[in-house]
Nanobody, 117 residues
């Protein structure tokens, strides 16, 4: 079955760029008609959808994060990545990658990222 695993640094300094990678196994990120998403949950708050990359390469971003967010992919490695620029302590959260589409969503286990100097 499809599995997703987030990876990246757990500590980022303010004003820097947060970079995370999601490695997908058991299925291709180019399979129609799936969307590959990044979602986060700040401490004590609900889930926030950040953006997604469609199977054919189109990008979709949350309006509130669009100016700072970029999602890309490496099809040769079956990975997709998140970059969030100009981070502040308010970007501290558990970050999840997920697959959305015709069937029930599947997510990774999540990775804690703290923004602090």
């Amino acid at each position: 079955q499809v599995q997703l695993q987030e990876s990246g640094p757990d500590l980022v300094k303010p004003s820097q760029t947060l970079s995370l990678t999601c490695t997908v196994s058991g299925g291709s990120i180019t399979t129609s008609y799936y969307y590959w998403s990044w979602i986060r949950q700040p401490p004590g708050k609900g889930l926030e959808w950040m953006g997604a990359l469609a199977y054919e390469g189109s990008n979709y971003y949350s309006p509130s994060l669009k100016s700072r967010t970029s999602i890309s992919r490496d099809t040769s490695k079956n990975q997709f990545s998140l970059q969030l620029s100009s981070v502040t302590p308010e970007d501290t959260a558990v970050y999840y990658c997920a697959r959305e589409g015709p069937v029930a969503p599947i997510g990774g286990q999540g990775t804690q990222v703290t923004v602090s100097s």
